[in-house]
């Protein structure tokens, strides 16, 4: 029995401000934009990225104000071939840094961290195919 994760849908506050976001800071390509029909107010964006995994962006018409965030997500991931340029690319769209890209000693990666604009954390992570020296 095969089993993956695929998407994740999150909401967002501002509509064309997160397409803006995920589309041209991050490079995700939009695949599909849906209204939902009936009583649910809500407008979906999907996007796509090279793995063919996508994330889901819910923009409830109804719900005013700042996302509601809780403790249940801390951050979720964008691999990337060039952490460097994804970074600035999305702070100079606005992201807010909490962390600049770094090498890491333990594991075979360069990361970094900013928000989105609803306050959601991505970690950019670029694969290197070498294993750290102290490893």
């Not at 695949?31 to 923009?59: C, D, Y």
Request: aromatic share 8%; net charge negative.
């Amino acid at each position: 029995m095969a089993v993956s994760f695929d998407q994740f849908c999150i909401n967002v506050s501002d509509l064309d401000q997160s397409i803006a976001f995920y589309q041209d800071a991050l490079g995700f390509t939009i695949t599909h934009r849906i209204e939902q029909p009936g009583g649910m107010n809500v407008t979906e964006v999907v996007f796509q990225g090279e793995s063919g995994n996508r994330l889901q962006i819910a923009r409830h018409h109804d719900v005013p104000g700042p996302i509601e965030h809780g403790s249940a997500l801390w951050k979720f991931y964008v691999n990337t071939d060039d952490c460097e340029s994804v970074y600035r690319r999305c702070v100079k769209a606005g992201a807010k840094s909490i962390t600049e890209p770094v090498r890491l000693d333990a594991w075979p990666v360069t990361v970094a961290m900013i928000c989105d604009p609803d306050g959601y954390n991505i970690e950019i992570v670029q694969q290197h195919a070498e294993t750290p020296p102290n490893q």
